[in-house]
Nanobody
């Protein structure tokens, strides 16, 4: 079992930045590929970014490419999402997820563990 706790969400003006963190516990963090997803009101949960076990391979949704950066610190059991140039359409609850296995993946159903989410609100 892996426990995931997100933090770092909040209210920010358009063009601003936020850094989300996801603290993992329970199992060996480096055994898991990690990802960030988000869910806006009335919409399905969507892929944002993914990273493999070592941090050497990353993937991004087209909507965030060039603005968001996913990273991980295996020594600290923590996943990060640096979000720059935020837009109102980035407003959502952001979730981190862990998938068993070392290779990154973008499909929501391939992740095994989820955090409770952190709210990000971008005002125009």
């Amino acid at each position: 079992q892996v426990q995931l706790v997100e933090s770092g969400g909040g209210l920010v003006q358009a063009g601003g930045s936020l850094r989300l963190s996801c603290a993992a516990s329970g199992r060996t963090f480096s055994n898991y590929a990690m990802g960030w997803f988000r869910q806006a009101p009335g919409k399905e949960r969507e892929f944002v970014a993914a990273i493999n076990w070592s941090g050497g391979s990353t993937y991004y949704a087209d909507s965030v490419k060039g603005r968001f950066t996913i990273s991980r610190d295996n020594a600290k059991n923590t996943l990060y999402l640096q979000m720059n140039s935020l837009k109102p359409e980035d407003t959502a609850v952001y979730y981190c997820a862990a998938g068993e296995g070392k290779y990154s993946r973008v499909v929501r159903t391939t992740y095994d563990y989820w955090g409770q989410g952190t709210q990000v609100t971008v005002s125009s």
